[in-house]
């Protein structure tokens, strides 16, 4: 089946400027994750949802990045007043659940997108 | 101190031998483990997840861990240079968040 699709592949923008980032996850997939990954690094945890609702967003360098899946399914993730510091590749994740509970592990995995390359000029 | 610590190589294995990737954790919160594989310009693929103390198979892939020392491994037998990538060990827990190392870039020679 499809994987997770994330939208535009690249975005290069003027520091300063506001930015969109799109992630459809896997169908039927509860729990969505958003990560940023600078070159060299492994990816850093920026904000979690369980459906609709934003469960943990405590990884969000600070006010001007915001994220929304208002119906569960695909999400966006939005950068005010980009700058020169917030290019990295933004990478998306989905599982099938992502509450700790009595039901198989294996539905934590979470399986990533190919990515948004940004660049801030 | 970072939560998950790998060692960044290069590590680099001759074609069929057994190359073997390390990673040491510090949240004992942490639950599960997995390792992806990150071919360069690409984004991570998950390839081994381990839930409990022990080894795990799957193909040329063995996924160690040890709670008690903290430490979670991978082997890869009979390597290719295919398997040449940077491998990305990480942590799950309670918070629903993966806590990822560096990585370790491996790479095998013809």
């Known amino acids: 089946g499809a994987g997770v699709s994330q939208t535009p592949s690249n975005k290069v923008t003027e520091k300063g400027k506001y930015v969109e980032l799109r992630c459809d996850p896997i169908s039927g997939h509860t729990a969505l994750y958003w990560y940023r990954q600078s070159l060299g690094q492994g990816p850093e945890f920026l904000i979690y949802?369980?459906?609709?609702?934003?469960?943990?967003d405590s990884g969000l360098p600070n006010d001007r990045f915001f994220a929304v899946r208002p119906e569960g399914s695909v999400s966006t993730l939005k950068i005010q007043r980009t700058e020169r510091g917030d290019s990295a590749v933004y990478l998306c994740?989905?599982?099938?659940?992502?509450?700790?509970?009595?039901?198989?592990?294996?539905?934590?995995?979470?399986?990533f997108g190919p990515g948004t390359r940004l660049t801030v000029t | 101190q970072k939560e998950v610590e790998q060692n960044s190589g290069p590590l680099s294995v001759p074609e069929g031998a057994i190359a073997s990737l390390n990673c040491t954790y510090s949240d004992r919160g942490s639950q599960s483990f997995f390792w992806y594989r990150q071919y360069s310009g690409k984004s991570p693929e998950l390839i081994m997840s381990?839930?409990?103390?022990g080894d795990k198979e799957d193909g040329r892939f063995t996924a160690q861990l040890n709670k008690a020392s903290q430490y979670v491994s991978l082997l890869i037998r009979d390597s290719q240079p295919s398997d040449s990538a940077t491998y990305l060990c990480?942590?799950?827990?309670?918070?629903?968040?993966?806590?990822f190392g560096g990585g370790t870039r491996l790479m095998v020679k013809p």
């Open positions: 949802f369980q459906g609709t609702g934003a469960a943990d």
């Open positions: 994740a989905s599982s099938l659940n992502g509450a700790a509970s009595r039901i198989p592990l294996s539905s934590y995995e979470q399986y």
């Open positions: 381990i839930y409990s103390n």
């Open positions: 990480a942590g799950f827990n309670a918070g629903n968040m993966l806590t």
